[in-house]
């Protein structure tokens, strides 16, 4: 079965530091795609990061980065000088056969910024 | 980019009504919509994937009598709660697929509903 694991319920850090929140997955199918969504408290899902289980390259988006480790099925997401706004839930997901129609959210983080 | 609409965004309806909810894909067409659904603190829950012109398909664990799903067209997909529930009280998102590129799924900005 599919399963995503985000082992930090909560997360604290201080404005303009960095953070890494922490995602590991199962599976035994060799093509997917992992994703990472924001959601403030507004509700909204927000797509920051795409990783395809064959992409060489972790992938990077402005302060967003996914540091993609295939051997140990981790794809955590570190966030660059972090910002107030930045506080929210942080759901790692997966969607197993990147043309597949089936995503797999991880219970989420949620990310605290101190001021 | 591609934006993806819910209606209503919240509603508070009396228990044993029924309550409609649109999913809309504004500036594309979406041959697959998902719904999920999403408890206080937690994650979210697939319900159903919806596609155009065919049944949708239900999770396991979810009545799909109770949850009515249509997808009448490229554009909207909707989602019935029949005779509600308190216990059905919840926040509800959908999905497009727009399927061009490998990050495809696009949310909508959810409904909370509240049976009283």
């Known amino acids: 079965a599919q399963k995503i694991t985000q082992t930090q319920p909560g997360m604290f850090v201080q404005e303009k530091e960095a953070v890494t929140l922490d995602c590991t997955y199962d599976t035994s199918d060799q093509s997917y795609g992992l994703f990472w969504y924001k959601q403030p408290s507004s509700g909204e899902m927000i797509f920051l990061i795409y990783q395809g289980s064959y992409d060489e390259q972790n992938a990077t988006e402005g302060r967003y980065s996914l540091n993609f480790q295939k051997a140990r099925k981790s794809a955590n997401l570190v966030i660059s000088a972090s910002q107030l706004g930045d506080s929210a839930m942080y759901f790692c997901?997966?969607?197993?056969?990147?043309?597949?129609?089936?995503?797999?959210f991880g219970p989420g983080t949620r990310l605290s910024v101190l001021p | 980019g591609a934006v993806v609409s819910q209606h209503p965004s919240r509603v508070i309806c009396k228990s044993g009504t029924s309550v409609k909810i649109e999913c809309r894909s504004l500036d594309f067409q979406a041959t697959t919509m998902f719904w999920y659904r999403q408890f206080p603190k937690k994650s979210l829950m697939l319900m159903a994937t919806s596609n155009e012109g065919s049944k949708a398909t239900y999770e396991q664990g979810v009545e799909k009598d109770k949850f009515l799903i249509n997808h009448a067209s490229l554009t909207l997909s909707t989602l019935t709660v029949t005779s509600a529930h308190p216990e059905d009280s919840s926040f509800y998102i959908c999905?497009?697929?727009?399927?061009?590129?490998?990050?495809?799924?696009?949310f909508g900005p959810g409904t909370r509903l509240l049976v009283l």
């Open positions: 999905s497009a697929d727009r399927g061009v590129r490998r990050e495809t799924q696009y």
């Open positions: 997901a997966m969607r197993f056969n990147n043309y597949g129609q089936n995503f797999v």
